[in-house]
């Protein structure tokens, strides 16, 4: 399974952007959550979002009410719109896929590449 985020890019304090990422390669199991994480100079990567196939979300506290999760199972792809954007948004955005199925029902994760997301004026 091969992941691919889009949408990065420089935006200036409250600006906004819309990050995609699409299973391009391969297919997941129907019971999964996609996620977005972040990783900033220095600092350990964190998880800003998620989305489960049953419908949840959840967020992280810093970004509550500016950034949304979405899905569209149909095209297995994930998206992130960020909204209110702050020079602390700086980061490497990667989106993952946990899945879990098969014989075993096995988990499984798949990481998408990185992403750039620069807020700076």
């Known amino acids: 399974v091969q992941l691919q985020a889009s949408g990065g890019g420089l935006v200036q304090p409250g600006g906004s952007l819309r990050l995609s990422c699409a299973v391009v390669s391969g297919s997941i199991f129907s019971t999964n959550v996609m996620a977005w994480y972040r990783q900033a100079p220095g600092k350990q990567r964190e998880l800003v979002a998620a989305?489960?196939?049953?419908?949840?979300?959840n967020y992280a506290d810093s970004v509550k009410g500016r950034f949304t999760i979405s899905r569209d199972n149909d095209k297995d792809t994930v998206y992130l719109q960020m909204t209110g954007l702050k020079p602390e948004d700086t980061a490497v955005y990667y989106c993952?896929?946990?899945?879990?199925?098969?014989?075993?029902?096995?988990?499984?994760?798949?990481w998408g590449q990185g992403t750039q997301v620069t807020v700076s004026s």
């Open positions: 993952k896929v946990r899945e879990w199925g098969g014989a075993y029902y096995s988990e499984r994760d798949y």
């Open positions: 989305a489960s196939s049953e419908g949840t979300t």
